[in-house]
């Protein structure tokens, strides 16, 4: 049935995105009425978005399906150590977030590469809709670059993920972004 809700037609958009060589969040379990399951604990209407290159592969999302349908993401992942240290900095909570990706399929492995014309194509079908009018944070280069790419005012900071700097750092960094 059509809807007139633009966040359903995200939902939507989202579930319809194919591309060869990448699994969908349906086909690891994890189909939702949001753009990321990252959302069931941070979608916030009016907060500030934290733009992430991707969420998972495919493998790991399969082996944590259960943790992800509960929570939305890997409570020890650094990523989400770190984002947890610049929320504690902040004063911030989770709730008080919108995160998405650039790109909303999972790569076949961890590290592997996603083609920046694959991200375009993602980010063009979803993400850039979400962001409108909003204060967008992007994580990385990738973030960073797609935004730039498609006109998008964002302000760049370091990955939560990066390597070669400290937990600290890097939560510092995320802190500062947020206003914290």
């Not at 944070?137 to 070669?164: F, K, Q």
């Amino acid at each position: 049935m059509p809807t007139d809700d633009p966040y359903a037609k995200l939902v939507d958009a989202r579930r319809a995105l194919r591309i060869p060589g990448y699994a969908t969040f349906a086909d690891v379990g994890l189909d939702g009425p949001w753009t990321t399951p990252y959302q069931i604990a941070s979608r916030s209407a009016d907060g500030p978005v934290l733009l992430t290159y991707n969420y998972l592969d495919a493998p790991s999302a399969r082996k944590h399906r259960s943790q992800l349908l509960a929570d939305g993401f890997l409570p020890r992942m650094p990523f989400n150590m770190v984002l947890n240290i610049a929320l504690a900095r902040t004063g911030m909570k989770r709730s008080d977030l919108y995160v998405t990706h650039a790109f909303h399929l999972l790569p076949a492995t961890r590290s592997a590469a996603i083609q920046s014309g694959d991200v375009d194509i993602s980010f063009d079908a979803i993400a850039r809709h979400e962001l409108s009018g909003r204060k967008v944070i992007a994580l990385g280069a990738v973030a960073a670059r797609v935004c730039a790419r498609h006109g998008i005012a964002h302000l760049a900071t370091t990955h939560p993920s990066a390597r070669g700097l400290s937990f600290a750092g890097r939560a510092e960094a995320l802190a500062s972004a947020l206003g914290g």
